[in-house]
Antibody, heavy 122, light 109 residues
Framework: EVQLVESGGGLVQPGGSLRLSCAAS????????MNWVRQAPGKGLEWVSY????????HYADSVKGRFTISRDNAKNSLYLQMNSLRDEDTAVYYC???????????????WGQGTLVTVSS | EIVMTQSPATLSVSPGERATLSCRAS??????LAWYQQKPGQAPRLLIY???TRATGIPARFSGSGSGTEFTLTISSLQSEDFAVYYC???????????FGQGTKVEIK
């Protein structure tokens, strides 16, 4: 059974940093691209960042570019999101999601973790 | 950026009735569209990809159609467990910048 379990969320002051983790199990993690997606309280879904299976291709949403860094450790079956210079508007539940990459597209998200809440507030 | 617009924002339906949800893209996304269901306090769940292919384990009462800029998710006979928020998502961009619609809430009438 595919499982994705996020951790590392919490309360942080504006300008602070936080590192999220996503532990994967039930599939060959090193064969899949992964994403982070967030959802502000009561709002819709917003894609945050993408990393390919070998970490060779990385993309960020404009809203987090230069502040967030995605990485992965295939030996540990883990995905990470280092978040720096946090702002109030980064407050959200952060989900990791597995990507099914297509022949000509970056693909859709077939499995999601349960999410971890990040609250940025003074 | 491709903007996805869903309508209506809220759909009130009685159990057993048919629900039709719409999603429009600001430019063509071919058939590179997915639908997700999200219940309160839960993660989104993939329902449909490729505009019309049901994901593993998704009941046949869920169906998707459309291509280009206009898409539809139909739930043929609403069950109690189907009351939720539904999001469409395009994955046609290069470089990737997945965008979601704002969601349609399906509530009990």
């Amino acid at each position: 059974e595919v499982q994705l379990v996020e951790s590392g969320g919490g309360l942080v002051q504006p300008g602070g940093s936080l590192r999220l983790s996503c532990a994967a199990s039930g599939f060959t993690f090193s064969s899949y691209s992964m994403n982070w997606v967030r959802q502000a309280p009561g709002k819709g879904l917003e894609w945050v960042s993408y990393i390919s299976s070998s970490s060779g291709i990385i993309h960020y949403a404009d809203s987090v570019k230069g502040r967030f860094t995605i990485s992965r450790d295939n030996a540990k079956n883990s995905l990470y999101l280092q978040m720096n210079s946090l702002r109030d508007e980064d407050t959200a539940v952060y989900y990791c999601a597995r990507v099914i990459v297509g022949a000509t597209t970056y693909g859709y998200f077939d499995y999601w973790g349960q999410g971890t809440l990040v609250t940025v507030s003074s | 950026e491709i903007v996805m617009t869903q309508s209506p924002a809220t759909l009130s339906v009685s159990p057993g009735e048919r629900a039709t949800l719409s999603c429009r893209a600001s430019q063509s996304v071919s058939s590179n569209l997915a639908w997700y269901q999200q219940k309160p306090g839960q993660a989104p769940r993939l329902l449909i990809y490729g505009a019309s292919t049901r994901a593993t384990g998704i009941p046949a009462r869920f169906s998707g159609s459309g291509s280009g800029t206009e898409f539809t998710l139909t739930i043929s006979s609403l069950q109690s467990e189907d009351f939720a928020v539904y999001y469409c998502q395009q994955y046609n961009n290069w470089p990737p910048a997945w965008t979601f619609g704002q969601g349609t809430k399906v509530e009990i009438k």
